[in-house]
């Protein structure tokens, strides 16, 4: 059974950084593109990033490009995502999810990110 | 960037209705549409890839159809289960993703 599971979340303050993390177990994960999708509270679901199975291509919505940073470690089947200079409208719970062309078969459950001073 | 609009936002349906979710993509994106479905406090589910195709495990009262910039979700038979968010979401661009606005629906 596929199962992700992020951690990380938490408060933090703006200007501030924090890096999720996504456990991935039931497949083989090195041979899967990967995925960040927000949802900010009250909101819809935003696309975030995306990276290749080989970390060969990386790729980021425009409203965190310069200041996320998507990376994986294929020998411990994990994701993660280095956020850095966080702003409020950053606020959401972040789901990973498995998808080769960013279409996303398997979600996690999310972790919340809150940023607030 | 590509946008997708969703119609309706929200609606109202009874048990057993035939429920459509259109979804307009605001440039020529083939069929490389997605829909998703999402209920509070769960992870999102995967319903149809591809415009039309049906993802393992989803029951067949939900299909999808369009091509171009015009797409529709339907629900055949409304069940309890079908209260949620539902999401398309374009994969035309190799570089970037969008999802709509999300429809919501909602028991009569």
């Known amino acids: 059974e596929v199962q992700l599971v992020e951690s990380g979340g938490g408060l933090v303050k703006p200007g501030g950084s924090l890096r999720l993390s996504c456990a991935a177990s039931?497949?083989?994960?090195?041979?899967?593109?990967m995925n960040w999708v927000r949802q900010a509270p009250g909101k819809g679901l935003e696309w975030v990033s995306s990276?290749?199975?080989?970390?060969?291509?990386?790729y980021y919505s425009d409203s965190v490009k310069g200041r996320f940073t998507v990376s994986r470690d294929n020998a411990r089947n994990s994701l993660f995502l280095q956020m850095t200079s966080l702003r409020a409208d950053d606020t959401a719970v972040y789901f990973c999810?498995?998808?080769?062309?960013?279409?996303?078969?398997?979600w996690g459950q999310g972790t919340l990110v809150t940023v607030s001073s | 960037d590509i946008q997708l609009t969703q119609s309706p936002s929200s609606l109202s349906a009874s048990l057993g209705d035939r429920v459509s979710i259109t979804c307009r993509a605001s440039q020529n994106i083939g069929m490389f549409l997605n829909w998703y479905q999402h209920k509070p406090g769960k992870a999102p589910k995967l319903l149809i890839y591809?415009?039309?195709s049906l993802q393992t495990g989803v029951p067949s009262r939900f299909s999808g159809s369009g091509s171009g910039t015009d797409f529709t979700l339907t629900i055949s038979s409304l069940q309890p289960e079908d209260f949620a968010t539902y999401y398309c979401q374009q994969t035309y661009s190799t570089s970037a993703s969008t999802f709509g606005q999300g429809t919501k629906v909602e028991i009569k």
């Open positions: 039931g497949f083989s994960f090195n041979t899967w593109s």
């Open positions: 591809t415009t039309s």
């Open positions: 999810a498995r998808g080769e062309s960013m279409i996303c078969d398997h």
């Open positions: 990276i290749s199975a080989s970390s060969d291509f990386l």
